[in-house]
């Protein structure tokens, strides 16, 4: 089973500053399939971020995707007050599929 | 639209059977994997496994095989999520997910309580 690991646990920022999370992964996922996600309290996950750099329909583009490998990262790159909650990755290559355990990004 | 609505909260005993369901719409329901994600409350997302509608054919987690069972009605375009014996511990959220992780139902609550 891969194991993703986020970091750092909590981002405490300001709006217009930007956002970069972490994803490490405990061995090389195929073709970066890596994805993020966007969750706020009492709503489901929306999905940001699939095959490690490709954004979803309707999803801003300060919101990007980088790496490979082991390691992915998400970037945001003007924080909007929308943007403050919890993000996850998650690789869906070899199975069992799995998330990480999240980071927040919290206002300053 | 794409739509994929679950059913409503649930309240049951240790050791009671439950299924929840998630039904499709908006979208070709056989083309695309259905996922399970548990939430346990203020913790993080789990997938659970997945079943493709098209045959019902089902992938575990190993942290869930032997304890939950996946259906689907490719008539009534709803997947299923099932437990004959529950837990205090499978109190949590629980969602479904499809067309690739870029729809999600709404959650269903399931507590869990003697």
């Known amino acids: 089973e891969i194991v993703l690991t986020q970091s750092p646990g909590t981002l405490s920022l300001s709006p217009g500053e930007i956002a970069t999370l972490s994803c490490r992964a405990s061995q090389s996922v195929s073709s970066g399939y890596v994805a993020w996600y966007q969750q706020k309290p009492g709503q489901a996950p929306r999905l940001l971020i699939h095959d490690a750099a490709s954004r979803a329909t309707g999803i801003p583009d300060r919101f990007s995707g980088s790496g490979s490998g082991t390691d992915f990262t998400l970037t945001i790159s003007r924080l909007e007050p929308e943007d403050f909650a919890v993000y996850y990755c998650q690789q869906y290559g070899p199975s069992p599929w799995t998330f990480g355990q999240g980071t927040k990004v919290e206002i300053k | 639209e794409v739509q994929l609505v679950q059913s409503g909260a649930e309240v049951k005993e240790p050791g009671e059977s439950l299924r929840i369901s998630c039904k499709g719409s908006?979208?070709?329901?056989?083309?695309?994997?259905i996922s399970w994600v548990r939430q346990m409350p203020g913790k993080g997302l789990e997938w659970m496994g997945r079943?493709?509608?098209?045959?019902?054919?089902?992938t575990y987690s190993p942290s869930f095989q032997g304890h939950v069972t996946f259906s689907a009605d490719k008539s009534t375009t709803t997947a299923y999520l099932q437990w004959s014996s529950l837990k205090t511990s499978d109190t949590a959220m629980y969602f479904c997910?499809?067309?690739?992780?870029?729809?999600w139902g709404q959650g269903t609550l399931v507590t869990v309580s003697s």
């Open positions: 908006g979208y070709s329901f056989t083309s695309y994997w």
């Open positions: 079943i493709d509608p098209s045959d019902s054919r089902t």
């Open positions: 997910a499809s067309v690739n992780f870029d729809y």
